[in-house]
């Protein structure tokens, strides 16, 4: 167990529709990445929080926003949703910017119908 | 770009025997990591094995070591004593230190270990 959660386990969403996912943080871990895993695919890097500010961002477009509290605990926000935001979402915490070993939560799955 | 490449999208071993997974990388990169992550039907991911390019010296962990060449830019994974728990899907990945502290992962492979 690496310690990291993150709530919800899955949920349904219609086209259209706004997501939130959490994601807590291991104490003195002060950066958290967002990753989308499609399904059959590895992930893909969404953007990385450290100190509260966005540190890093992947080619994703900017309905997909995040939020890290000063607690070093993490949103994902998800606007508009589409069909192909369909996926597993992943968090990972990691000191520094996250260059060293990032941990894994065990991921909410989306389902945009 | 950094991109990260695994050429064996399946893979299955008899139980107590050993397999190994393949892992290709491009970078000019000279400061990174490289790790091994595993991740079964439950779809935590989880850390099997990390590997400095500056050390020259294999990572090892138990079962698992790495053959890591980094002339050829290769990161193999060797399991040893294959486990039944073994099977998931297995992901090689790059952190790159000057490019923004992003995993880049490669597409995985599935590894089956049979009774």
Known sequence: E????????????????????????????NTVSWYQQALGQGPQFI???????????GNFPPRFSGLQFPNYSSELNVNALELDDSALYLCANSFNRGADTQYFGPGTRLTVL | AQTVTQSQPEMSVQEAETVTLSCTYDTSESNYYLFWYKQPPSRQMILVIRQEAYKQQNATENRFSVNFQKAAKSFSLKISDSQLGDTAMYFC?????NAGNMLTFGGGTRLMVKP
């Open chain 2, 93 to 97: 990945a790059s952190l790159f230190k």
């Open chain 1, 47 to 57: 953007f990385q929080y450290y100190r509260e500010e966005e540190n890093g961002r």
């Open chain 1, 2 to 29: 690496t310690g990291v959660t993150q709530s919800p386990t899955h949920l349904i969403k219609t086209r259209g529709q706004q997501v939130t996912l959490r994601c807590s943080s291991q104490s003195g871990h």
